[in-house]
C-alpha cells in the first residue's frame, strides 16, 4: 500500500530543516568559516598597528580603530559571504542537490537556507571582531544605536555579496565560480577611502572613490563610532548598502531560474 | 482502464543537434518491475531525468501516474522515489539526518517522520551504521540508503537508474531482494535502468531496449529470449575433419575451443535427436554436445547490433 503526501503543504518546516543543516555543515566544516574571520582579525591587528601611532595625522576626528573596524568588518562580511556559494556548490558538486530538488520543495527554498545560515555566520563573526575592536581601544559613542548602525549596514551589504556568490555557485557550479565573485569586493574595497579619508584621496582615486558605492557604505558606518551623526552619511550608507543587496537579489533571482532550467547538467 | 504508472507518447529530447531521446512511446503498468536496456548514450538516464523532473523533453509527452511532468512537477515529485546513477549524498551527514531531513522534504510529519526513519532503518539494515558520517560507508551501505531516502514517503513509483552499479555481488543481491520485496509487499512500481543483463532477467516483468535514444522493442525477458534469441547445441566431434562435414549437414558455425573445433547449430526445442540421428547416418562421431538455452544477452547483443532503420 502507496500512501502520496500532499506536496508543498508548508515550506516553513522545509526552510528550518536546510537551515540546521547549513548551519551543521558550517560546523562540521570550520575551513568554510574560519578563513574569513582569521584574515579579518589579522588585518584588524595589522592595519591598527602599523597605522594608529600616524592617525592623528589625518584624521580629525575620532580614533584610528574606529576608522578602521567598519572596513574589516566589511571585508569579514563579504569574503564570509561566499558560504553561500560554496555550501550551495557543494550539493552540485556531489549531486546531492539533485536528489534535494526532486522532492516537492520550492526551489528558492534551497537558496534561502544557505544565506540565512550564512548570515548567521557572518553576524557571528562580526560580533566576535567587534570584541577584538573592543580589546584594541574600539569606544561606542552612540551606544546600542551605532552598533545597531554597524551591525545592519554590514549584514545588509553582506547579504547582498552572499547572493551573489550564492548566484555564482548556482550558474558556475563550482568554487572557481564563487571565488570569482568574491574577488570583486577586493577592487571595490581598495578603490575607496580604505586607510585615509575620502577628502586625503587625490587624482583618479578620489573620482574612483566618488563612484564606489562603499565609500558611502564605509563613511556611514565610520559615522556610527565616531561622536557626531550625520544624517547624510547614513543616508547614502544605507541607500549604497541596499543597492548592494538588490543586485545581490537580482543576480540570484537570475542564478535559480538559470539552475532550474537543467538540474542534473 | 488503469491509468498507466509511466506514460511517453513522443517523447523527444534533444542537447544541441544531438538526439538523446527519440519519439520515445512507453507504457509502464502500475505494479510492475520495467527495465530500460540499452549501451551507454542510449538515453535511459535522460528517460529518467525527465520522468523523474530533472530534465525538461523537448517535444512529446510524459506522465507519471497520469499526471504530466513539465505541468505539475510537484505532483510528480510526491509520487516518485529516485535513485540516481551516481549516488548523491553529503557526506558530513550522518544517515539518520540524511533520511530526517528527507522526510522533512517530502512533507511528513513529526511523528510519521521519526516512525519511517526507525521502519526504513529496520528494513534496509542500516541500524549499525545509521549514526555515522556517511564519509566512512562503504558503496552498498550507500545504495542502501539512497534507496531508503527514495522509499520516505512511501512513493507508489521507484526510479532507480543503474542502482547496481559498481557494488560487489553479495551487495547487488541484498537491493535485489529489497526491490523485489518492495513491488511484491508494497505494490510499488519500479521503473529500473541496468546495463547488468542477468539483474533485468531477475527483477522485470517487462523490458524496453533503447539504442540511440530509439526504442528497439518492449517485451518480457522470456518472450524476447524466445522470440528472438537463439537455442543452439554446440557439438564436439571424435575427428576435427567431422566438423566440417556435419557444418555441410546442419549448418551453423565452426568455432575453436581451445584447441578443439566446434560445431555451434540453432536448433527448436525437441530438434536435438533428429540432428543426432542425422549425424550419425552422415558417419559424423559426435563425442559430445551441449544444448545452449537463449539468453537476453545475446538479444541485448543482436539488437543492439542491427543496423538502426530510418523512421518513415
Redesign the interface.
Known sequence: ??????????DL??LG??IA?SL??CL??PELTAGPLLMSGFFLVIYHGQLAGAAPGFLTSGSYIAFIVPLVLLTAAFTGGAIGGQLVV??LE????????????RRGTFALAPTVAGLAVIATQLVILIMVGALLGLKHPHGAAGLGVLMSYTLVAGTGFLLLALAAGLIGRNMGAVNTAVYIFFPLSFMTATFVPRSSLEGWMAVAADFNPLTYLLEAMRDALTPGWSGSALLHGGIAAAGILAVGIAAAWFGLRQNG????R | MDTPAVFTSQLTKLYGDTVALDQLDLSVSRGAVHCLLGPNGSGKTTTV?IL?????PTGGTAQVDGIDVVSQP??V????G?T?Q????????TGR?VL???A?????GRTARSRRVDNLVELLDLSGHIDTRISGWSGGLRRRL?LA?ALV????ILFLDEPTTGLDPASRRTLWDEIERLNRE???TVFLTTQYLEEAERLAETVSILRAGRLIITSSPNRLKHGLGERRMVLRFAHAEHTGAAAQLLGGSVDMEGDQPILRVPVDAGDEPRCLADLAHAGCDVVAFTVVEPSLEDVFLRLTAEPLEEPA
Open positions: 500500500m502507496t500512501a502520496v503526501v500532499h506536496p508543498r503543504r508548508n518546516p522545509k530543516a536546510l543543516r551543521r555543515t562540521r566544516t557543494r550539493d556531489s549531486r546531492y542537490f539533485a536528489t534535494l530538488v526532486l522532492t516537492p520543495t532550467k537543467e538540474v542534473d | 531525468a523523474t523532473t530533472l530534465r525538461t510537484d505532483q515529485r510526491a509520487r516518485c529516485v540516481l551516481h549516488t548523491g549524498v553529503d557526506q558530513q551527514m539526518e530526517r531531513l528527507q522533512v522534504l517530502q512533507g511528513l539512497d531516502a514517503h512511501r512513493p507508489s508494497e505494490g510499488t
